[in-house]
């Protein structure tokens, strides 16, 4: 049964927990429609610079967003201040879609240069291996055995992400750099990817290089950890994404 756009609003208003609700991209387009916005796909606002999530300001005060691609739903605001407080917390109350490696670790990403015993120790658990230093040789016994995993579909986002940080720590103590964070944006949430600077403040893209090789099951340590001459300058990838550079 088709609800009446006024029973629509009606249910929106009543089931606004807090000050904004989560809903399927159709009810967000029969609401705008409801709301004279006659064709969403055309008459938006405008769009946010970080997501490119479609954003509707209606005359009843209330502020629409909807997914960049309109397939995954997005958000109604009761007011302008609920949604600018979120915008402005740069997280919206809901996932991103297809959560990957990057997604799915984004809290032990944001800190990865304290997380490296973490991550040793969880490719030790789940590898059985016991190494207690970090060492190209360790780092050829993990990569090996998880392109072996891989192969049976035994690898998780979680044993991905702790290879790019013992990788990553084991370039990073070699050529004296340090960590830094790409920060890029998924549908709706912002993500971060782990790289290494070098010393001449050149960023080295050590996470793809690692996931590439993994994708093509090549496991030549030296291949991954002797690419340190990096490619974009931090200055230069500055211009496209948020970087953090991790101290301690």
């Known amino acids: 049964r088709t609800q009446s756009p006024e029973t629509l609003a009606?249910?929106?208003?009543?089931?606004?927990?807090?000050?904004?609700?989560?809903?399927?991209?159709?009810?967000?387009?029969?609401?705008?429609?409801?709301?004279?916005?006659?064709?969403?796909?055309?008459?938006?606002?405008?769009?946010?610079?970080?997501?490119?999530?479609?954003?509707?300001?209606?005359?009843?005060g209330q502020v629409v967003l909807i997914g960049n691609s309109f397939r995954h739903g997005g958000l109604l605001f009761r007011d302008k201040e609920c949604f600018n407080q979120i915008v402005n917390?740069?997280?919206?109350?809901?996932?991103?879609?297809d959560k990957d490696l990057y997604d799915i670790e984004l809290d032990r990403i944001k800190t990865i240069h304290k997380q490296i015993d973490f991550f040793r120790n969880h490719l030790n658990t789940v590898l059985?291996?016991?190494?207690?230093?970090?060492?190209?040789?360790?780092?050829?016994?993990?990569?090996?055995?998880?392109?072996?995993?891989t192969?049976?579909?035994?690898?998780?986002?979680?044993?991905?992400?702790?290879?790019?940080?013992?990788?990553?720590?084991?370039?990073?103590?070699?050529?004296?750099?340090?960590?830094?964070?790409?920060?890029w944006y998924g549908t709706f949430n912002p993500y971060f990817m782990p790289k290494i600077l070098n010393p001449k403040n050149k960023i080295i893209p050590v996470n793809d290089s690692l996931l590439i090789a993994i994708k093509?099951?090549?496991?030549?340590?030296?291949?991954?950890?002797?690419?340190?001459?990096?490619?974009?300058?931090l200055k230069e990838t500055k211009k496209y994404h948020e970087c953090i550079v991790l101290i301690d």
């Open 89 to 97: 917390a740069d997280k919206f109350p809901i996932e991103n879609p």
């Open 128 to 149: 059985k291996f016991d190494f207690r230093e970090l060492t190209r040789e360790a780092a050829q016994a993990y990569i090996k055995k998880v392109v072996g995993r």
């Open 10 to 60: 009606a249910s929106f208003h009543s089931t606004m927990q807090d000050c904004y609700e989560i809903r399927k991209t159709d009810e967000l387009v029969k609401h705008l429609k409801s709301n004279g916005r006659t064709d969403p796909y055309e008459d938006f606002d405008y769009q946010l610079q970080t997501n490119y999530a479609w954003i509707y300001e209606l005359k009843n």
């Open 216 to 233: 093509w099951k090549v496991t030549d340590v030296e291949h991954i950890l002797n690419n340190s001459d990096g490619v974009l300058s």
């Open 151 to 183: 192969i049976k579909k035994l690898t998780t986002d979680t044993d991905l992400v702790a290879l790019i940080a013992i990788f990553g720590e084991i370039m990073r103590r070699e050529i004296k750099g340090k960590w830094v964070l790409e920060k």
